[in-house]
């Protein structure tokens, strides 16, 4: 299976060069569950645009350190892509920023939340069972670093994670064949602490960063996540007749 990754930025360079791009961390985080799978990527935020929607047997879409509110050109681009590979039954994965665009280009509404950042290690609660969801976690911790949130979800989306800070945690998108994620199974407990410490030199409040800190000790389910959203790209492929 071939999975193309739109990366929608750039970690700051210092990032960069300590834990690599994060087209490469989610390459990492999938390619040991599934051997002989696929990647390519794809710079969207510079306007690399895959040549069709269905060069790729899936797409995931990454974050960013923009919002979606912003309106650039490549995000009103990218949105015409995503809702083009829904229209084709091309299976599509949104983390943080994916999440966000998902929601955006299907009829929701995202903004910088009052809530403030997100940081640190998030426990969201699973509210909808799905034939995909094995192993059957009734919840899920994954490390977070967000502000903005989807706060209108679209007609077409269910949720089914949710937290009292981000309550849609988690989306399915039944015949638009997506799925997406606030939080961000592709980060290592050292990138997720380096980004907390970047927020912090940003200005982040000292005891919110301490908080931070310390909920990375927190066991986290990036192994479940990625598990799930292999079986639902699988079980999308099966069900719509592709070859695995």
Request: with cysteine; aromatic share 8%.
């Given at each position: 299976?071939?999975?193309?990754?739109?990366?929608t930025g750039r970690?700051?360079?210092?990032?960069?060069?300590?834990?690599?791009?994060?087209?490469?961390?989610?390459?990492?985080?999938?390619?040991?569950?599934?051997?002989?799978?696929?990647?390519?990527?794809?710079?969207?935020?510079?306007?690399?645009?895959?040549?069709?929607?269905?060069?790729?047997?899936?797409?995931?879409?990454?974050?960013?350190?923009?919002?979606?509110?912003?309106?650039?050109?490549?995000?009103?681009?990218?949105?015409?892509?995503?809702?083009?590979?829904?229209?084709?039954?091309?299976?599509?994965?949104?983390?943080?920023?994916?999440?966000?665009?998902?929601?955006?280009?299907?009829?929701?509404?995202?903004?910088?939340?009052?809530?403030?950042?997100?940081?640190?290690?998030?426990?969201?609660?699973?509210?909808?069972?799905?034939?995909?969801?094995?192993?059957?976690?009734?919840?899920?911790?994954?490390?977070?670093?967000?502000?903005?949130?989807?706060?209108?979800?679209?007609?077409?989306?269910?949720?089914?994670?949710?937290?009292?800070?981000?309550?849609?945690?988690?989306?399915?998108?039944?015949?638009?064949?997506?799925?997406?994620?606030?939080?961000?199974?592709?980060?290592?407990?050292?990138?997720?602490?380096?980004?907390?410490?970047?927020?912090?030199?940003?200005?982040?409040?000292?005891?919110?960063?301490?908080?931070?800190?310390?909920?990375?000790?927190?066991?986290?389910?990036?192994?479940v996540v990625a598990?799930?959203?292999?079986?639902?790209?699988?079980?999308?492929?099966?069900?719509?007749?592709?070859?695995?």
């Amino acid at each position: 299976m071939h999975i193309g990754i739109l990366q929608t930025g750039r970690a700051r360079q210092s990032l960069l060069e300590r834990h690599g791009s994060f087209a490469g961390m989610f390459e990492r985080w999938l390619a040991e569950r599934r051997p002989g799978l696929a990647f390519s990527a794809f710079d969207v935020h510079e306007d690399g645009f895959p040549a069709r929607v269905d060069t790729c047997d899936a797409w995931l879409i990454t974050g960013s350190p923009q919002g979606v509110y912003e309106r650039d050109p490549w995000m009103l681009r990218l949105e015409g892509f995503v809702r083009d590979a829904a229209a084709a039954g091309v299976p599509q994965v949104g983390i943080c920023f994916g999440h966000q665009i998902l929601a955006s280009a299907f009829g929701g509404e995202v903004v910088q939340s009052e809530r403030g950042w997100g940081m640190g290690t998030h426990v969201v609660e699973v509210i909808e069972r799905r034939s995909w969801m094995v192993p059957g976690n009734v919840a899920l911790a994954l490390h977070v670093s967000h502000q903005d949130q989807v706060v209108e979800t679209p007609a077409c989306a269910r949720l089914v994670a949710t937290s009292d800070f981000c309550p849609a945690s988690a989306l399915v998108y039944p015949e638009q064949r997506a799925l997406s994620f606030q939080g961000h199974p592709e980060h290592s407990r050292a990138f997720a602490s380096d980004l907390i410490e970047l927020r912090r030199t940003q200005g982040m409040d000292e005891r919110a960063a301490e908080r931070a800190r310390a909920s990375l000790e927190t066991p986290t389910d990036e192994d479940v996540v990625a598990e799930w959203v292999l079986r639902f790209i699988e079980e999308v492929r099966a069900r719509d007749g592709s070859p695995r």
